[in-house]
């Protein structure tokens, strides 16, 4: 049987564990309830999905309605695009694709490529509608580590990292540049490079 100094260290420490145990449910409880509120927050994606963003509207300014054929129109936009440094890659009649390369950083490389389809209107000929989209690719120089490679009879292959290293540029980001005042600027300088009507010349 335990002694009266036992049996008083006991009781101690029973009173003792009592305090504590309902503080230490308390903050495990609290832990819990943090954590859930922290895993439903990440659930919920704060940011709409890109593709909610798509309204498909019809006065979206990514098209153009001129007073011209389809050839007419779309060698309007070739001119346009030539007139401002971009290089064709693409040439048709009723469609042509265009890139312009840019440095805006020491080590950062943009380039945007154009491209230009032309629809017919109506049944007549005279009317034709430029629709146009415009992606930006950025790319960054990354150093890759060469590496020169020997054959030894008994071991095969081995490659050997080198000091030297070389150079390569690496899309790191791509986005179609939104409807908007840049596309106005291109639409005008097409309408600049369309012929004159007859009766105008």
């Known amino acids: 049987m335990p002694t009266g100094d036992e049996s008083l260290t006991e009781n101690r420490w029973r009173r ?10 308390r903050q495990a409880l609290a832990g819990f309830l943090l954590l859930g509120v922290l895993a439903a927050c990440t659930s919920s994606p704060d940011r709409v999905a890109v593709y ?13 309605l001129f007073d011209a054929s389809v050839e007419a129109t779309c060698e309007a936009a070739r001119r346009a695009l030539l ?8 040439e048709k009649n009723d469609f042509i694709s265009a890139s312009k390369s840019f440095q805006p ?17 109506g049944t007549g000929g005279k009317l ?7 992606v930006q690719d950025r790319y960054a120089l990354k150093k890759n580590p060469n590496s020169a490679s020997f054959g030894v009879a008994a071991i095969g292959s081995l490659s050997i ?22 596309y106005d600027r291109f639409f005008a300088l097409m309408q600049r490079n369309l012929p004159a009507p007859a009766g105008e010349q």
């Open 16 to 25: 003792r564990a009592e305090r504590l145990l309902p503080s230490a449910v």
């Open 52 to 64: 909610q963003r798509e309204g498909f509207e019809a006065n979206e300014t990514f098209s153009r």
């Open 83 to 90: 007139s401002q440094g971009y290089r064709p890659t693409t």
């Open 105 to 121: 950083e020491g080590e950062v490389h943009v380039q945007i490529v154009f491209n230009v389809v032309c629809a017919p209107v």
């Open 128 to 134: 034709a509608t430029a629709y146009v989209s415009a």
């Open 161 to 182: 990292p080198l000091t030297a290293s070389g150079d390569s540029l690496v899309k790191v980001a791509s986005e179609t540049i939104p409807a908007g005042p840049f």
